[in-house]
Nanobody, 123 residues
Framework: HVQLVESGGGSVQTGGSLRLSCAAS????????MGWFRQAPGKAREGVAA???????YYADSVKGRFTISQDNAKKMVYLQMDSLKPEDTAMYYC??????????????????WGQGTQVTVS
């Protein structure tokens, strides 16, 4: 079992920055991908960014160049640095973890573990 806990959300002005953190615990040895999804009211969930074992990264086109995903394996942490935030970035952000190898899914990862989410509001 894997537990994911997000933190760092909040309200910021357009053009501002936030850094989201995700702490992973439990049986994480089998995890091959970690990442972030988001969901705004009335909209479908969408993948934002992913990072694989070895630190290769993948980004949605909408955030490329503005967001940076990183990880600290020793601390079992994943981060999402969000710069140049726009109102359309407003959403609940979820930390996710799973395994690589299914092309049907965002970044090729089947994310079976989800955190509770942290709210990001940009105005």
């Amino acid at each position: 079992h894997v537990q994911l806990v997000e933190s760092g959300g909040g309200s910021v002005q357009t053009g501002g920055s936030l850094r989201l953190s995700c702490a992973a615990s439990g049986d994480i040895a089998s995890i091959g991908c970690m990442g972030w999804f988001r969901q705004a009211p009335g909209k479908a969930r969408e993948g934002v960014a992913a990072i694989y074992t070895g630190s290769t990264t993948y980004y949605a086109d909408s955030v490329k160049g503005r967001f940076t995903i990183s990880q600290d394996n020793a601390k079992k942490m994943v981060y999402l640095q969000m710069d140049s935030l726009k109102p359309e970035d407003t959403a609940m952000y979820y930390c996710v973890a799973g395994t690589y190898g299914d092309s049907r899914y965002f970044a090729g990862c089947k994310f079976g573990y989800w955190g509770q989410g942290t709210q990001v509001t940009v105005s």
